[in-house]
């Protein structure tokens, strides 16, 4: 996205802060061309990829979800219900960066008052990120399991395994259903 903060030249005159007659502050400029560009505000609030949003939570069935970034790359961590689960994560082991992940296979640990977790990856690809301070913090985890508390940011070499996982309404429907056959 191009560099929207023009900024405006005030005379020598002028305190800093105050604006030349007329014109408009750095500010002033980006709000007025973000409500006068319906095309930018668009931009700006929502990108869309083919028939998903960039930012769409989907979710696979061991508890770990998945955040498109862009076109090829996903962010992942586990969810609410799994650190809920697990209770006090103490320890976090995971790939290093330039390392794959492969679908369906462990890609990590989780370290817990209530055990040890295996974390199975959702979606194949390479490790282009690494949340360090989960790793050295991790109880971050426990507190923000879907913003801070992330684990890997990936480069999928396509979108279609994420196209493969729950979303928000399914992996609900998931766990109650898993939470009924606890109950029996």
Same mark, same amino acid.
Not at 52 to 58: Q, R, S, Y
Not at 134 to 143: G, S, T
């Given at each position: 996205?191009?560099?929207?903060?023009? =900024?405006? !030249?005030?005379?020598?005159? &002028?305190?800093?802060?105050?604006?030349?007659?007329?014109? =408009?502050?750095?500010? $002033?400029?980006? %709000?007025?061309?973000?409500?006068? @560009?319906?095309?930018?505000?668009?931009?700006?609030?929502?990108? @869309?990829?083919?028939?998903?949003?960039?930012? #769409?939570? *989907?979710?696979?069935?061991? *508890?770990? /979800?998945?955040?498109?970034?862009?076109?090829?790359?996903?962010?992942?961590? @586990?969810?609410?219900?799994? $650190?809920? !689960?697990?209770?006090? +994560?103490?320890? +976090? =082991?995971?790939?290093?960066?330039?390392?794959e992940i492969i679908k #369906?296979?462990? %890609?990590?640990?989780?370290? &817990? !008052?209530?055990?040890?977790?295996?974390?199975? &990856?959702?979606?194949?690809?390479?490790?282009?990120?690494?949340?360090?301070? &989960?790793?050295?913090?991790?109880? +971050? @985890?426990?507190?923000?399991?879907?913003?801070?508390? /992330?684990?890997? !940011?990936?480069?999928?070499?396509?979108?279609?395994? %994420?196209?493969?996982?729950?979303?928000?309404?399914?992996?609900?429907?998931?766990?109650?259903?898993?939470?009924?056959?606890?109950?029996?």
């Amino acid at each position: 996205m191009p560099d929207l903060l023009v =900024k405006s !030249k005030a005379p020598e005159s &002028a305190p800093p802060g105050r604006l030349r007659r007329g014109g =408009k502050n750095s500010c $002033q400029k980006f %709000f007025s061309l973000l409500y006068s @560009v319906p095309e930018l505000e668009t931009a700006i609030s929502l990108r @869309v990829r083919e028939d998903k949003v960039i930012g #769409e939570l *989907h979710f696979s069935r061991d *508890h770990v /979800w998945v955040r498109t970034d862009d076109d090829i790359r996903a962010t992942l961590g @586990v969810t609410d219900y799994l $650190q809920e !689960k697990l209770g006090e +994560i103490y320890a +976090i =082991k995971l790939p290093e960066e330039g390392e794959e992940i492969i679908k #369906e296979e462990v %890609f990590g640990n989780v370290e &817990a !008052k209530n055990g040890r977790r295996e974390l199975i &990856a959702p979606i194949s690809g390479e490790v282009i990120e690494v949340n360090y301070e &989960a790793l050295e913090v991790p109880e +971050i @985890v426990n507190e923000d399991p879907l913003a801070e508390g /992330w684990l890997l !940011k990936v480069e999928m070499p396509s979108g279609l395994e %994420f196209d493969d996982l729950l979303t928000e309404e399914e992996y609900a429907e998931y766990l109650s259903e898993e939470a009924e056959s606890e109950e029996d």
